[in-house]
């Protein structure tokens, strides 16, 4: 129940800060809390831009690229967490990885 209580609770946050950077910033703020939303969590920006894009506020085109933008922030955010906890050797793997995910991310960004 406390798990779930909290996850109603980031999600809740996500979603009136999500909404509150699209009034006050358009786009550029939707995409910008992605970076910072998705450091621990993807699941509350993915819903929250999901049901902006269900209500209009948001494109299809802005929307995956702020679940993108999220997914990569927790990469990068876990892959220093592989390197405090893991050790060099076992964070220079993740790193190896993470990497590949960056530059395959670049491409889908430009098409």
Known sequence: MRVALVFGCRYAFVRVANAAAKDLLGDSGVLGLSIAGGLTDVDAITLSTTQMVNAGRVSANIAWQSILIASLSNLIFKTGIAFVLGGRHFGTQ??????????????????
């Open 94 to 111: 993740i790193a190896a990885a993470t990497l590949s995910a960056l530059a395959l991310a670049a491409l889908a960004w430009k098409y």
